[in-house]
């Protein structure tokens, strides 16, 4: 290796940028399922360098682009109207998960010089105002989805915006003083909201999580990061890490309201219909697995540095993880589908041990109709034999109910089934007398109720008795 080559390497990452721009990623509700396109993968979008080997290697994780568009700056109406930052391009992106979860990028260049101030303004109405957002008279996302054909589209609750600053505004961030810095990026990462003075403030944690390069800077919060002097092929691979995290927090969120959901399901299930319990937990252990599916495919997948191990991304990845939340969501959650899988099985268990019982019921019940059956129907067989017999002993010239003929046939055909219902009963009665006898026989009075009667208290030694 010649020398030099480390800082070369260094420097193909840093680069200054005339043109401040600004990538607003904003996580669209409900699920996009992707359809084949012309526009291919991911990386085909975007110029990653060196990176791009790893975005080719992972192609199948990554999100797919199912809209690309450059629309003019003027068809892209913003909240604040004519007020603010002209904008130069405007490039419009859709992209989705395998699993569907779709995210929404604005990637924005603004025509002339940018100030911290002017910037935070715009910062703050394409935040909090995002619903405002038009393109071609329309609201944002009616545009998009008559473009892609699909359902409606509506714009979720989870925003990151990358601000990678460029001219003057580049030079005095790299250049300033440490304070100045501090109230530049203060101003910039929470949108003019929350004025910050280094000076006289001791709040440390009203401070944007930062870190300078010399060359290059990283300042950020939940909402907004800050990317100053990194190359292009580096803004689009921070670019792609804050899409995979703003996907990963919109399907937490979908999970958690699903896991509640799921839970108030099985709390609110008034039934004691084995079917309609086996259909409920059929359809909670459905719900069950597709939350896992998206908590492995959805959040896992993309809150690491597997796509792009670079230490570059990786610290930027690490750091927006923490800002967002999403380690401690992930365990959580994680935790509420294990309790949930847990009280599933558990109802799945006591129905399985009900049935088997209902089912041992009826097996006692029919059983004993068997029994019954056979025991009442062995008189009138035994009668029905004597008197199809063709002996001497039947009158053909009689009637067979007549007593005073066969009235040693009928007691001769009953008595073996009267005998056996005495001594059933004289068995039950022996049974019955030796469980009272295990109850203790009333005294002083006491009715022989079920309970013990205490005994008096004993009185002192020398004292009278009463």
Known sequence: MQPGTSANATVLDSGGRDRTRVLLLFGLSGRLRHRHTHLGALVDRYDYGRFASHLVTSRDMLPVPVLDER???????????????????????????????????????????????????????TCFDRDGIELDDRPLPQALAARLGGGPLALGQNVHQLVFPGGRLQHELLGADEARRSVLLNE??????MPWNPATSHDAGLAPHFRNHGLTL???????????????HVENGLALVAVGMISALSVLQRTRLAAFAMMKANEQALTDSPTEIRTLISRLSAGVNELQLDLAFGVEAYVDSLLIPEMVTEAFQSSLRDALGIRDSLENSARMVERLTSV????????????????????????????????IALPPTLLLAFFGVNGTDVDEHRSILDLRAYGAAYALAWLPFVVLVLIGRLLLRRIRTRSGSLLPAPDDGFADDGFTPVPPPRAPSGSPRS
């Open 71 to 125: 629309v003019a700056p003027r068809r892209l109406r913003l909240p604040h109207g004519d007020h603010g930052p002209a904008l130069a391009s405007v490039r419009i992106l859709v992209v989705t998960t395998p699993r569907g979860d779709a995210t929404l990028v604005v990637d924005c260049a603004f025509a002339g010089e940018t100030t911290a101030g002017d910037l935070a303004a715009w910062l703050a109405g």
């Open 188 to 193: 910039i990462v929470y949108r003019g909201r």
């Open 218 to 232: 990283s300042a950020l919060g939940r909402g907004v990061s800050v990317q100053a002097g990194w190359a292009p």
């Open 344 to 375: 599933i099985s558990a109802r799945s268990a006591a129905l399985d041990a009900e049935l088997a019982e209902r089912d041992e019921r009826r097996d006692r019940t029919v059983s004993g109709l068997v029994a019954a059956a056979t025991l």
